[in-house]
């Protein structure tokens, strides 16, 4: 069999499996072959063992398991990154976040970053390549995640990185070294609620929902860390955070109660308000 009549075999017995460019992607994975290359070779004729190896993992994909589970891998911003069950997969709007960091860290000079929540620390290892003189403190409250992000720290060969657990938000968790050091702190926060039906099946089924959902719909996390982050901001520090659809009007009045300055809005690929910049008065 070769490979253009794998594709349509693929297809043609699987059609819960909607998209072409994941079958392609897996394809590329196991053969070893760019995306290019697949649409190149089609004639190449496959093993069986190369048949019996892409079959069990069409079939896993057949039954909703994301890709990147499958595969181990997701490229996000510059990088490939590891991923596993115990983290979220890194989802390309999330990019915007990193391009907004990058734009507010000098090239040059001694800058300190937080990632709240870092999970595979995509975001906080993506500033941190691009900027190598930067200090950056990944925090996560899951031991799984943790061991993701330090691989995948290992795996770029950053030094200048710190993976630290504790549960942001937590007053028992506590930094004091670190208090009003930080100039930037990026975060990715849970921020669905609860029974949001607009969650796509495999997203629920697959991803953990610790980094998922929060109480008070969806807006428990952003505020918790919004007052933890406070603390380790120096006057001045910028916070940028990823928020849900619609959620900037609830979130609004906690920064009225304190001492950040209005915020600015940046919005996704689909032109929806996703992202919220703000500063630490001083």
Not at 96 to 102: C, F, S, T
Request: aromatic content about 8%; proline content about 5%.
């Amino acid at each position: 069999m070769t490979l253009k009549e794998l594709i349509e075999h693929i297809k043609n017995t699987n059609p819960t499996i909607q998209e072409l460019r994941e079958i392609e992607d897996l394809l590329g994975f196991y053969l070893k072959l760019s995306w290019s290359q697949i649409k190149m070779k089609g004639d190449q004729v496959l093993s069986a063992e190369q048949r019996n190896l892409i079959m069990k993992a069409v079939e896993r994909l057949a039954l909703g398991e994301p890709l990147a589970h499958i595969t181990g891998t997701k490229f996000f911003y510059k990088s490939e990154f590891y991923v596993s069950p115990d983290v979220l997969i890194p989802r390309p709007e999330t990019e915007i976040l990193v391009e907004q960091a990058l734009q507010r860290v000098p090239k040059q000079g001694a800058f300190q970053i937080m990632d709240l929540g870092a999970g595979s620390g995509c975001i906080g290892l993506s500033i941190a390549k691009e900027r190598p003189c930067t200090n950056v403190h990944l925090i996560e409250a899951s031991r799984g995640a943790l061991i993701v992000a330090q691989k995948n720290q290992e795996n770029l060969g950053l030094r200048q990185v710190q993976c630290i657990h504790g549960t942001v938000g937590d007053c028992a968790f506590k930094l004091e070294h670190l208090r009003e050091q930080i100039d930037l702190i990026v975060a990715n926060p849970p921020y669905i609620a609860k029974g949001d039906p607009r969650v796509e099946r495999r997203v629920h089924h697959f991803e953990p929902h610790q980094a998922l959902y929060a109480d008070n719909q969806g807006l428990m996390w952003i505020h918790k860390w919004l007052i933890w982050g406070y603390d380790y901001l120096k006057p001045g520090g910028v916070f940028i955070f990823e928020f849900g659809q619609d959620q900037e009007r609830a979130i609004l009045p906690l920064l009225e109660k304190m001492a950040y300055t209005t915020p600015s809005l940046v919005k996704d690929y689909a032109a929806i308000n996703r992202f919220m910049i703000v500063h630490k008065k001083g």
